[in-house]
């Protein structure tokens, strides 16, 4: 299993899921961490330079199917199950929530803590706090 938390340093958890430069990448094993990487930001429209990304949603012919162009972001993280933030835009979270990404919004701070939570089966999903 994979952790990914959004974060700016590696020590904090970004404000924003998008505007995050970096995803720190736990690998999880017999629930303990073996491995952990720094995942650079190179696929949300903050940094793509994607403007339509945040602001256009497009609809295909006969609009049985919503394409949305966060599709870019579960390219991205699509190798995790879990990933944590403190904010996202709705819109995000439920794409990649269909995607099969368990979305985790949280008023923590601590990068290493969060996951320890989660792990632990401590960490609070605060969904309410989507904008």
Same mark, same amino acid.
């Given at each position: 299993?994979?952790?990914?938390?959004?974060?700016?340093?590696?020590?904090?958890?970004?404000? %924003?899921?998008g505007r995050s430069p970096y995803f720190a990448i736990y690998q999880i094993e017999?629930?303990? #961490?073996? =491995?952990?990487?720094? *995942?650079?930001?190179?696929?949300?429209?903050?940094?793509?330079?994607?403007?339509?990304?945040?602001?256009?949603?497009?609809?295909?012919?006969?609009?049985?199917?919503? %394409?949305?162009?966060?599709?870019?972001?579960?390219?991205?993280?699509?190798?995790?199950?879990?990933? #944590?933030? =403190?904010?996202?835009? *709705?819109?995000?979270?439920?794409d990649l929530r269909a995607k099969g990404i368990e979305m985790i919004v949280t008023?923590?701070?601590?990068?290493?803590?969060?996951?320890?939570?989660?792990?632990?089966?401590?960490?609070?999903?605060?969904?309410?706090?989507?904008?």
């Open positions: 299993m994979k952790i990914g938390v959004a974060t700016e340093d590696d020590k904090m958890i970004s404000a %924003h899921f017999d629930g303990k #961490i073996i =491995h952990k990487e720094m *995942r650079k930001n190179t696929f949300t429209g903050h940094f793509r330079n994607d403007h339509s990304e945040r602001h256009h949603h497009h609809h295909n012919e006969g609009g049985e199917e919503h %394409h949305h162009k966060h599709q870019h972001v579960a390219e991205g993280l699509k190798d995790c199950n879990v990933v #944590i933030s =403190h904010g996202m835009g *709705r819109r995000a979270w439920e008023d923590e701070t601590d990068v290493e803590n969060v996951v320890q939570m989660y792990l632990a089966g401590d960490l609070r999903d605060k969904t309410e706090m989507l904008h």
